[in-house]
């Protein structure tokens, strides 16, 4: 059984800033790539980062330069640094990964998403 659990939502100000976490725990043999999504109300759920087991990493075009993505593979574990957070940033935020919790098959696992709100 895997799970993954995600934390650092919350309310920030026009161009403050938050980090969010998310780890995974349970059977894992090796995580290949890992991401965040984000789906505000009304809209379809999109892609804003995701990183490669080999580190390297793609944005939304809308977050290039704001925010950084990034792993720690010992801690099964995947970053979201949000810098100058503007109200368009406001969603539910999911990670994902692609997790092989054995040798022989794989699984995309997602988090249960946690609210980010950016308002004055």
């Known amino acids: 059984q895997v799970q993954l659990v995600e934390s650092g939502g919350g309310l920030v100000q026009p161009g403050g800033s938050l980090k969010l976490s998310c780890r995974a725990s349970?059977?894992?043999?090796?995580?290949?790539?890992m991401g965040w999504y984000r789906q505000a109300p009304g809209k379809q759920r999109e892609l804003v980062a995701s990183?490669?087991?080999?580190?390297?990493?793609n944005y939304a075009d809308s977050v290039k330069g704001r925010f950084t993505i990034s792993r720690d593979n010992a801690k099964n574990t995947v970053t979201l640094q949000m810098n100058s957070l503007e109200p368009e940033d406001t969603a539910v935020y999911y990670c994902?990964?692609?997790?092989?919790?054995?040798?022989?098959?794989?699984?995309?696992?997602w988090g249960q998403g946690t609210q980010v709100i950016v308002s004055s």
């Open positions: 349970g059977s894992i043999f090796s995580i290949n790539a």
């Open positions: 994902s990964m692609t997790i092989w919790p054995n040798r022989y098959s794989f699984s995309d696992y």
């Open positions: 990183i490669t087991s080999s580190s390297s990493t």
